[in-house]
């Protein structure tokens, strides 16, 4: 029995061999390790080339953080010299700072954000600060676009490549392996940097950057079936005191402190360890996209002998092409609302601007979740695009911002209302849902307050309460006094201090039409007071119409109706190189307490429309047009127009106009032209030089003078820098007519 098993067991190992000699060997799984590290990773772009050019498949990607961005986008069928093209044209520093467009801000939201320098949560009387600095939106907007063919792969093993990312919850500080799920939101929970930007919410799970916890998964690729090892490690190693320069770098060192010790057992568990040159650079280098991305294909360079090696082993040579098609547009047939408590369907559907069911783009679907994220109501928007047969579900899953209430700062100077600042305390869900109340005081040479009360309701109408006084003094020409008002003659006298102050209360009614129109219609009461204090008194006794030596030339309310149309597509407020704006107006004034014993019912009209472009990479070019006139026989003339100056938030009929000082030039009707020409020499720097043309006097459209050649002239040469307290502005301008010029000056948001 014994020779007859010896004799078995040797046909056995016999058998065993010639199957193995006419079996080809068995390819080897080859997994990616893609580490975190900010704008580092772009560097797994280069790997990737060389991988690619070298014929290896990759069978599992694991990524964290920038690694799971570019891994999600590799596994889902991009290319390496796709994800080149994607990264080199991408604007990280709109991306990362999430600069929403001008455009998605309604035009009550466009006023509230072009008037604070800082603003600070105030709950309870408490000021804190901000969880982080950015919401992300701009970031998730791209990884939906981009990741939209994939859209309904729930299982990220079901990729072309099998994939997973790395959280970590926020509350335990746990790992949290992401391998199922919406693609996008995962990866968007991968890379949230602590501070940075706001947390992710998946499966009730809280989620920050998966750095924290694992930015170098080897052992989970490992444990999906992979025999081969590949990583690329972008990590930030441990840096001296001259290189924390940031509060993100103090940050990275923090967790290095860790990361850097398990990484020598996680390097003996890599099989071709790739560690691109790039510990000179910082995380937040994105506009170094090329240089990096180099980095990463001479480092992988440094491998192409084991790349190559690996690459004869695989069964099958060369990367699987695969052709992503992108589509221009989507079919969005359904509305899934999560987590609007106290905001209403209403509200939400109303800044998506669209009526469904509706075919759409994505630039149009962008621009709706902008619209809602500059609301700042939300601190995190995040929604799914999920087939249903007919077309999309638009599943939007929103994280209220719990800060209902916020202090908000500023600070201003120029040449008219002098120095300021700007104190707001802003309250949202005051009464109800989608309102929010609001009230500047700004403190200075010239008291001022804002209350603003808006109850928006997206497309629909919107309701608006708007109370606020006005108070500014100039010295003005006395012959523009007299040609205007009884006032006493005196020869001489060249100029009066005037005093202006105005009380203003309006209701409207606001909608929106068309996405970028707001249609307004309301009544507003209008104390408007002049006077000075320039005559002194004869005799003791004051003369008639004074008080308290103060001589009035107009103290009346004035009660009116009244109309607007606006158009504003500027992306720059005060720096504008693209796009259109137009604003019309047209008041009714029906009565007044008539301090003047003048006062009959008229009417003002007045339009200004513009637009904005580019001419060259740096230069742009912004032209105007403006006019206004008065239609009735009232000789009221506190309303009429009043050109001269330099500035953005002149009250009433009061016109800008360069080469001529504040309220020089008067009339009842008015046209004007402006030209200017906006070098930005330097990011946020900027030189100008503009000039502006005009006819101003009374009846100025019946007569036909408005078609005649201009009679004044103005022109300007500024320098601006667009702060972070609002645009800092010196001009100097000047006008032929008098052979004179004014330095105009002016800093901080105008308020």
Known sequence: MQKLALILTLFLWVGIGRAQQNEPDKAPKVGLVLSGGGAKGMAHIGVLKVIEEAGITIDYIGGTSMGAIVGALYASGYSANELDSLFREANFDDLIQDNLPRGAKTFYEKEDSERYALTLPFDDFKVSFPSAISGGQRIYNELVRLLYHVKDVNDFNDLPIPFFCIGTDIESGAEVILDKGYLPQAVMASGTFPSLIEPAEIDGQLLIDGGVTNNYPVLEVKK???????????????????????????????????TVEKMKEKIIETDIYIKPDIEDLSVMDFDLAEPII??????????????????????YIGKEVRNIVHKDSIVINRLILEGNINYSR???????RMDLPVKTTFEKLQQGISNLATTNNFSTI????????????????????????????????????????????????????????????????????????YLDKGSYWSFGINSRLNDFRDNVNYEIIRSNFEVPNDDNINQINLDVSDFTNQLYLQTVFREEFAFIIGLEQKLLKYSTRTFNNQNGVPPTGTSNERIFFENSNYYST???????????????????????????????????????????????????FPIFKKLSLNLETEGGFKLGSSEVKALDFVLGGFGNDLINNFIPFLGYDFLSLPGNSFVKAYGRLDYEFMKKHHMMFSVNIANVEDDLFRTGEWFTLPDFSGYGLSYGWDSFIGPVQVMYSWTPELNDGNFFFSIGYWF
């Open 382 to 453: 995040r929604y799914e695009l999920v087939s249903n047969g007919l077309g999309e579900d638009l599943v939007l899953k929103l994280r209220e911002n719990p800060n209902k209430a916020y202090l908000r700062l500023g600070v201003h100077y120029d040449d008219l209302y002098k120095t300021a600042a700007l104190v707001n305390l802003t309250k949202k869900n005051l009464f109800m849902k989608d309102d929010v109340a609001s009230i500047d005081f700004a403190l200075g040479d010239n008291i001022r307050y804002n209350f603003q009360y």
């Open 224 to 258: 999906l079936g992979a025999d081969i090892i590949i990583g690329v490690d972008v990590q930030h190693g441990l840096r001296s005191r001259e290189n924390l320069q940031s509060a993100t770098e103090i940050l990275l060192q923090l967790n290095s402190f860790r």
């Open 562 to 612: 009244y109309g607007k149309l606006i158009l504003d597509t500027y992306n720059n407020r005060y720096f504008p190189s693209k796009g259109l704006y137009f604003n019309g107006d047209f008041h009714l004034y029906l009565f007044s307490s008539d301090f003047n014993n003048n006062f009959k019912e008229f009417s003002i009209a007045k339009a200004r429309m513009g637009a904005a």
């Open 294 to 315: 180099e980095k990463g294909r001479v480092a992988a360079l440094e491998h192409l002998e084991a790349l190559n090696e690996l690459a004869s082993k695989q069964k």
């Open 346 to 352: 209403a509200y939400v559907k109303g800044k998506l």
